[in-house]
């Protein structure tokens, strides 16, 4: 009895299209967390179960996401110019046609994929875990999907799965591995739902009729499907699942402002994948699930928050350049120097750096990135053990201030970050990131709340003894006369 009510109101949902939607997301609160129609894990598990679950995500601090798939064959270009924008979104930002899209697919044949390659780009960078795109809002599925045929088995000359693949090496060489899934955008498929692009005509925002269908049918027939596929197909794999774009709570994206005429993901949408989640009790999944469901962590988008989350797990996501799927165009790769200290400043403030690469249509890693990479991981094997599984600064001051005069884009006081240093915690060091050498040749803090036993450089393999004084909380430590590490060299403060 129950199920039908809830498959009436599913169907009623769909079928009056947006209007009857708009009224019900802007009178209904969604259920508060706890309370939702299908309980998820976070909701059942202790604060301990919890802590256990989210632990080697914690230690990480690093993880490569990977954005591939079909947009990577037209890499940005379609009739003869550039589409502005983001490589992966080149269908709907240039309107193309959903017959001339999927001719992309018999085109993609990326022979020089190997994934033994990139597992090992990923750990030699000092990355964790690894997370792919298994289905982008184009709708192709990178893996070996029975449930739908726009996918690189079943619709590509290639006919291998990549996700296979990459499950087996990640394990292999010991390393997390996790699928990002476009639940509710879906451009090729009929009833996906598309963002607001351009001139594209609301209610559906759709740019060809092709699109135009009912979204419970595209979820029941292709999302839930495929995402049964995910967790069952891969053996211990996927360890994370990266949802996108509800346009419902938690996710709150600048690029994609949220018209209101747009119905998003339900609670009970959401739930039904919310039970398939359940079956995999060790799953960490992400807040852009939609439907109320906060999941586990925070997802802030091409930036770093000033103060991390306190009291919640996150992970800011970040492209190399400015795409995220392969675009031949761009070549704004950010300098080593920026990625590095992306990364110390996020791990000072608690969080994880998930960092994207993205393939060309060959399955070559563009060269630029590997590089890039290779020099993060040569900091990361000097200077590894002040990243993972440290907990955040215990000053806070260093990260910068919010001004009293600048705003920010919503209007409130603007973060003016200062890179001189940062620093994280384990419970007998401190580690201090210096970016800029003090001219003194002094490293100096007005108030130091441990008391500091010893202290050395990090990258001085013999860990030479620096000289310190600790007088009234203010601590001044001795340094060489120049930096041992033109980006960071990593001053470490043993204490008690
Ligand atoms: C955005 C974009 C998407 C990208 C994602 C990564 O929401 O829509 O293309 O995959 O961010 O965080």
């Known amino acids: 009895m129950k199920r039908i009510a809830r498959l009436a109101l599913v169907s009623c949902c769909a079928l009056f299209a947006t209007h009857a939607i708009t009224a019900q997301v802007a009178d209904e609160k969604w259920p508060a967390e706890g309370h939702h129609p299908v309980p998820s894990i976070q909701d059942k598990e202790t604060p301990a179960e919890k802590d256990a679950r989210m632990k080697w995500f914690r230690e990480a601090r690093f993880g490569m996401f990977i954005h591939w798939g079909i947009y990577s064959v037209p890499a940005g270009r379609w009739q003869g110019k550039e589409v502005p924008g983001l490589g992966e979104w080149i269908m709907n930002s240039g309107s193309i046609p959903v017959a001339d899209y999927k001719a992309f697919a018999p085109q993609f044949n990326p022979t020089q994929f190997d994934a033994h390659a990139i597992v090992a780009l990923a750990k030699a960078a000092g990355m964790k875990y690894i997370v792919i795109t298994a289905k982008h809002h184009d709708g192709f599925a990178m893996y070996d999907s029975k449930a739908d045929p726009f996918n690189i088995m079943s619709g590509t000359p290639f006919k291998r799965d990549p996700l296979h693949e990459l499950a087996v090496e990640a394990h292999k060489q010991g390393i997390k591995f996790g699928f990002y899934y476009s639940q509710y955008q879906d451009w090729t498929a009929p009833g996906g739902a598309a963002y607001k692009t351009g001139d594209?005509?609301?209610?559906?925002?759709?740019?060809?009729?092709?699109?135009?269908?009912?979204?419970?049918?595209?979820?029941?027939?292709?999302?839930?499907?495929?995402?049964?596929?995910?967790?069952?197909?891969?053996?211990?794999?996927?360890?994370?699942?990266?949802?996108?774009?509800?346009?419902?709570?938690?996710?709150?994206?600048?690029?994609?402002?949220?018209?209101?005429?747009?119905?998003?993901?339900?609670?009970?949408?959401?739930?039904?994948?919310?039970?398939?989640?359940?079956?995999?009790?060790?799953?960490?999944?992400?807040?852009?699930?939609?439907?109320?469901?906060?999941?586990?962590?925070?997802?802030?988008?091409?930036?770093?928050?000033?103060?991390?989350?306190?009291?919640?797990?996150?992970?800011?996501?970040?492209?190399?350049?400015?795409?995220?799927?392969?675009?031949?165009?761009?070549?704004?790769?950010?300098?080593?120097?920026?990625?590095?200290?992306?990364?110390?400043?996020?791990?000072?403030?608690?969080?994880?750096?998930?960092?994207?690469?993205?393939?060309?249509?060959?399955?070559?890693?563009?060269?630029?990135?590997?590089?890039?990479?290779?020099?993060?991981?040569?900091?990361?094997?000097?200077?590894?053990?002040?990243?993972?599984?440290?907990?955040?600064?215990?000053?806070?001051?260093?990260?910068?201030?919010?001004?009293?005069?600048?705003?920010?884009?919503?209007?409130?006081?603007?973060?003016?970050?200062?890179?001189?240093?940062?620093?994280?915690?384990k419970a007998d060091k401190v580690y201090i990131h210096l970016f800029e050498w003090p001219s003194t040749h002094t490293f100096h803090v007005a108030k130091m709340p441990r008391t500091v036993t010893g202290a050395y450089l990090l990258a001085d393999t013999s860990h030479k003894p620096l000289k310190f004084t600790q007088k009234g909380g203010a601590l001044d430590v001795q340094l060489p006369d120049a930096a041992l590490d033109p980006i960071a060299t990593v001053l470490v403060l043993k204490t008690r």
């Open 200 to 425: 594209h005509k609301p209610p559906t925002y759709h740019w060809d009729p092709a699109q135009d269908g009912d979204f419970s049918h595209y979820l029941h027939t292709k999302a839930i499907p495929q995402m049964k596929e995910l967790l069952t197909n891969y053996g211990e794999s996927p360890d994370i699942i990266w949802f996108d774009t509800p346009y419902e709570s938690g996710y709150q994206s600048n690029d994609h402002p949220n018209p209101k005429d747009v119905h998003g993901m339900t609670p009970q949408w959401a739930s039904e994948i919310v039970s398939l989640l359940n079956t995999r009790p060790k799953l960490i999944w992400n807040n852009r699930l939609g439907g109320g469901y906060n999941g586990d962590t925070e997802t802030p988008e091409q930036y770093i928050p000033a103060n991390g989350y306190p009291g919640r797990d996150w992970e800011s996501c970040m492209t190399i350049n400015d795409t995220w799927g392969y675009k031949v165009d761009d070549k704004n790769f950010k300098s080593t120097e920026t990625l590095l200290r992306n990364l110390i400043d996020i791990a000072s403030k608690g969080g994880n750096y998930l960092l994207n690469i993205g393939p060309e249509s060959t399955g070559v890693v563009p060269p630029e990135e590997v590089a890039r990479l290779e020099q993060m991981g040569k900091w990361m094997d000097v200077n590894g053990e002040s990243i993972y599984a440290t907990k955040p600064t215990l000053f806070g001051s260093e990260a910068g201030a919010f001004s009293t005069t600048e705003k920010d884009k919503q209007g409130k006081p603007k973060f003016v970050p200062e890179w001189k240093w940062r620093s994280t915690t």
